[in-house]
Structures are given as C-alpha cells and as structure tokens.
C-alpha cells in the first residue's frame, strides 16, 4: 500500500474514532503517504482553542497541531455548514471544497472511514 486515505465524520469527542484516526495516521506517516480527511462533524477537529478538560480527555485539536508532517484535507462546505468558516483554525490544514475532497480520496490507494 503506497497511500491511505482517513476519513473522520464523526465529532471528536464522545467516541474513540477521532483519537484512533489520529493514532493510526500518526503511526502510517513514515511507512507511506498518509492524508487526514474531516468530512461532516469531522471538521470540528480542526477547530483551535478547544477545552477537553471537563470532557477528562486530552485536547485533539493540540494532538492533531503536533503532527504538521500529516497532511489534512478539511472540506469546506462541511465547515460553513457547521458556522466554523471564519472561526479560528489550526493552521496545519488545508481547506478544500468537494471536487478536491473527492480527488484526495479516489486518488489514494485505500480509505479507512473512522
């Protein structure tokens, strides 16, 4: 396998599935090419300045900022749909809008929805 493409649409919070994308794509980053996409409540990964402290787990937003070698695709109409365009992101991502999100994960050579 020469890429990997994974998927998160779920909220990073009240489920495992973001810290395991988080985890497995931070584990790939060295074996082969590795991209992050955040689709639908996904998105809200990306958004800085987040407070997990009352949640009694560790901060993703700051987790997914320590991995700037891991390239992440955020899709645009699934930020604005959610208020989050114009909020203040981490700076580690690049925001594309559906045509490109699509490209991004037809061109890999598997996909991993989490």
Same mark, same amino acid.
């Given at each position: 396998m /020469? @890429?990997?493409?994974?998927?998160?649409? !779920? #909220?990073? =919070?009240? @489920?495992? /599935? %973001?810290? +395991?994308?988080?985890?497995? %794509? #931070?584990? @790939?980053?060295? /074996?082969?090419h *590795? *991209?992050? +996409?955040?689709?639908?409540?996904?998105? =809200?990964?990306?958004? #800085? $300045?987040?407070? @997990?402290? /009352?949640? $009694?787990?560790?901060?993703?937003?700051?987790?997914? =900022?320590? =991995?700037g070698?891991l390239?992440?695709?955020?899709?645009?109409?699934?930020?604005?749909?959610? $208020?989050?365009? +114009?909020? !203040?992101?981490?700076? !580690?991502?690049?925001?594309?809008?559906?045509?490109?999100?699509?490209? %991004?994960?037809?061109?890999?050579?598997?996909?991993?929805?989490?």
């Amino acid at each position: 396998m /020469k @890429s990997v493409f994974y998927l998160l649409d !779920t #909220a990073p =919070y009240g @489920s495992e /599935k %973001a810290f +395991g994308a988080l985890n497995a %794509a #931070a584990v @790939s980053l060295n /074996k082969m090419h *590795v *991209v992050l +996409g955040l689709y639908g409540d996904g998105v =809200y990964l990306v958004a #800085a $300045g987040q407070d @997990s402290n /009352k949640l $009694g787990v560790p901060n993703l937003s700051d987790i997914l =900022y320590s =991995y700037g070698e891991l390239n992440v695709l955020v899709h645009e109409p699934s930020l604005i749909e959610r $208020g989050l365009f +114009g909020e !203040t992101l981490i700076e !580690t991502m690049e925001l594309v809008d559906e045509k490109d999100f699509l490209e %991004a994960m037809e061109s890999s050579d598997c996909v991993i929805l989490f």
